[in-house]
């Protein structure tokens, strides 16, 4: 016999079905029980009479159970059908009398604290709002590889141990790689822009990045998945641009029509941002927040979070965005890499993509030309050599490009209204956290 | 001007187009040259008056170019049409007079060696046959994502930065982890299984894991991108070879279709697996290599690495595949969480993949008993407690599950006739190397 998943068993009406899964709650009534069966697909009412139940524990929930039994249509019930069972056999016993906290509340709420949740993860997913997180992250990874694999960009796989070639701006984790020591990419950077001079022109690439940070905020992860693209034979960053706003125009169209269940859970709706996302001058949305919100920065600082969050209320209310790209960076304020701006050398063709008020994506124009980028690296006080490995495809024709990175756990935090990052992380790695 | 790629040029006949790309190769006629143009869709061969050409330099090999042109038709021509210049503009000049080898050789083919193609990994890739090996890998991995969204399973993205827990059998990197020390995952193994468990129950992950094994072989990388699958509710460890004979054939069907231009370099064929991948013992294929082959290994001993060709050798003379499981290996020779077999238990419900002479395959059927799985660690004389992360929701009734992993540069190779598996790795990280 087939294993019938739940939200098919109504076009089995009439006809014998084997389920499986998790008993999700039990209600008890004289002679039977009403039991919910959960599995991957979600749930399903039974009636289970108490001759069938092997053993009183059988009943207890998170018992994992295989279900033979008759479909009947009932139009009340969520999934449109009801099962009678006639067999039951327990797959599993679950040993524990009670989880770490309820994990089938009414509307799937969960009331326990993150961290309770984090330290017991696996048993907290079987709560299916916690699992819906990540069915819905599962969306998004898929929409950013499909559209960029049908805008002809080729899937990279770039290393994770790295000699050094820090590029600025972060601590690294080191690594004892044998008889030397390495480092744990804080990015795929140098590598996808080494890949798109290779001949590839346009590249994705999702994986773990690491930072070395000591912050521990609702915002960082030390181990997070990145969402990179970079692309050759641009115009300028605004190719780039252009690029980010036709991807997350398909992006949150595809999780508005594919994940509309799981979403309502969280209340959340995807914007539809309809091919164009705002773009604000960094100078220009200093002197917005200084004008609208009496909020005033010292010549040269970036925004702080709650800048952030003011720059994008603005943007919602003036010009109907809940995103906005924050461009022109000082040079002073960006990596090695990053191509100066021609009409002021000292800002430079980058942007920031806010979405709700935090920055989900970094990005901009490298610069191309092998001899500037030298001297761009010694300005820093770094010795252009030890980017040799770096710089070598640089002095064979470079094209000008320009890419950016999408945190996936922060793109996924704000879609949903998440308060912590972690949420949206399967096993976040902080500052304090390394298991389980 | 919309720029338009080399492939679709012949759908612009008599039109005036813009090109961008690198220069091929050029040979100079009197008073005009045939420049090949090489941009990420292949080749095209364009007529290029000498008063065209900006400065001499501008026709050296590996320059980045932009070409306005008319097309015409040209049968003989491998794109169907030939671009006769009228405008043409140095995107970036190529510094170098020669590459570090001739990367445009008749077929594409590279007389270098290995060390110097790695060296200069990101200039070597502008060779079209090397290119190749990534974009067959690139249409790999998708088929294997594909392949498992459809069946159901769910995207996972677990930690590489984890806090002991060996499975056993190999080195691991040790890493500075803030005050404490951590390691690199080996495999996702423990947490697709907790994952499984948490109710995904059919899961699969793509990402890079990490082995800091000392011995620097063709067959071994300590950076390898490993594809893993874990799926819940099973009967043993058939249905997980079923799922990877269903995989493997669309995979290599996809293949198929998808790369025959690129698998022509190669002269490279998929295997046609139809659906079914043959299964042999372990002990079997033991008799069978000292029968017929006079190869004899010691009691309890694993196949070496010419045992693999041998077998294979045999499963396609006999069986008419490439393909060939070898399953119940003992007990001895595989992890803690293999689940043993009832007929025998010194021998276990797993299973390796070999194609071609390599196992590109390790998987099998877990233990899925709580005390059972807790014994068993003890017996490996390791302590359960360091185990509490992973154990604990084997107390909340864990199904019977199993799966694999398909290591990518491996399966890559060995459908290329790849000599080293390094040549499908971007980066590859081996004993000495970590750069660029």
Known sequence: MERVLTRDAASHIGERILLAGWIHRVRGMKGFSFLILRDRAGLLQCVVDDSVVPEPLALRNETAVELVGTVKEDK???????????????????????????????NHEVTAALDVILEHRPVSLRNEKLRAVFKIQNEIAWAFRTYLR????????????????????????????????????????????????AGFERVYETGFVYRAEEHNTARHLNEYYSMDLEMGFIRDEQDVMDTEAGLLTFLFDHIREACAEDLALFGATPPS????????????????????YDKRYPE??????????????????????????LTHYPVAKRPMYTMPDSDDPMLTRSFDLIYKGLEITTGGQRINDHDQLAESISRRGLDPK??????????????????????????????????????ASFFPRDRTRITP
Chains 1, 2 share one sequence.
């Open 386 to 423: 030890d980017f040799d490995f770096y710089l070598e495809i640089f002095r064979y024709g470079m094209p000008p490009h320009g890419g950016l990175a999408i945190g996936l756990e922060r793109i996924t935090a704000q879609l949903l209204g998440l308060t912590n990052v972690r949420e």
């Open 273 to 292: 941002v309809g091919g164009k996302i705002p773009r604000l001058r960094l100078d220009e949305a200093k002197k917005t927040l200084a004008g609208r």
């Open 76 to 106: 009340r019930a969520p999934q449109g059908a009801e099962v009678t069972v006639e067999k039951m056999r327990v797959v599993a016993p679950c040993l524990e009398e009670r989880p770490p906290f309820e994990l089938n509340l009414k």
């Open 300 to 325: 040269g600082e970036d925004l702080d979070p709650e800048g952030e969050r003011l720059i994008c209320r603005w943007a919602q209310e003036e010009l109907g965005s809940e995103l906005v790209f």
């Open 150 to 197: 049908e805008q002809g960009f080729a899937e990279i796989r770039t290393p994770k141990i790295v000699a050094s070639g820090t590029e600025g701006g972060t601590a690294l984790f080191k690594l004892e790689y044998f008889e030397r020591e390495a480092f744990l990419a804080q990015s795929p950077q140098f590598y996808k822009q080494m890949l798109v001079g």
